[in-house]
């Protein structure tokens, strides 16, 4: 069946380093991908979409390439800050016949001053 | 203020006691679903709903049950809550779009942090 799998954390950077969440998946079809983030005691939020092969998507500095070839949704950002500490999912929305998400199991960011 | 809401925030119960976890939304949309949070586990669906009266299950849906009555309600209904379904549980909806119902971005409620003694 479908699934996500993204790298383990927690990832701890400090400020202005440079961040990247890898996010591979299996999915028969074509999924949309997404990454969603989750500050503490809050829910999740859109951080960035991409719906066919080759879309980046981007937002708050964060970039994100939908490779067919690869199977992968990586996140990437050039320098974090500490309100950037998260957690951050990636999931995608499957096309095969059913109508679910999926999403990873999630990676905690924390950034230190 | 478009927003997802749920009720209770905070649930404390004790195993075999009916408990409704409900959920609203006012964006008109016509996708809903049930997310259940572990710890190394992520996010698993547990319900979903295309629309009025259309529900499916998702990837963890034992113990639970849903309705959709309404387009802007569905709630979550644990008839006999067991220890295991202790969890932190969230809300989401999206719209979907074109004629095959492509799922859009979802929009998540504040979660509902369960304890089943």
């Known amino acids: 069946g479908d699934s996500v799998t993204q790298m383990e954390g927690p990832v701890t950077l400090s400020e202005e380093a440079f961040l990247t969440i890898n996010c591979t998946y299996t999915a028969t079809g074509y999924p949309s991908l997404f990454w969603y983030v989750q500050y503490p005691g809050e829910g999740l939020q859109l951080l960035l979409k991409?719906?066919?092969?080759?879309d980046k998507g981007s937002n708050k500095g964060f970039e994100a390439t939908y490779r067919k070839e690869t199977t992968s949704f990586h996140l990437e950002k050039g320098s974090v800050q500490v309100s950037d500490s998260a957690v951050y999912f990636c999931a995608l929305s499957t096309t095969s016949g059913t109508y679910k998400y999926i999403f990873g199991t999630g990676t905690r960011l924390k950034v230190l001053a | 203020e478009a927003q997802v809401t749920q009720n209770p925030r905070y649930l404390i119960t004790v195993t075999g006691k009916k408990l409704t976890v409900t959920c609203s939304q006012n964006m008109n949309h016509e996708y809903m679903s049930w997310y259940r949070q572990d710890p190394g586990l992520g996010l698993r669906q547990i319900y979903y709903s295309m629309n009025v009266e259309v529900t499916d299950k998702g990837d963890v849906p034992e113990g639970y049950k849903v309705s959709r009555k309404e387009k802007r309600n569905f709630p979550l209904i644990l008839e006999s809550p067991s220890p295991n379904q202790t969890s932190l549980y969230f809300c989401?909806?999206?719209?979907?779009?074109?004629?095959?119902?492509?799922?859009?971005?979802?929009?998540f409620g504040p979660g509902t942090r369960l304890l089943v003694l």
């Open positions: 991409a719906t066919k092969a080759d």
């Open positions: 989401a909806s999206s719209p979907l779009t074109g004629t095959s119902g492509k799922k859009e971005t979802q929009y």
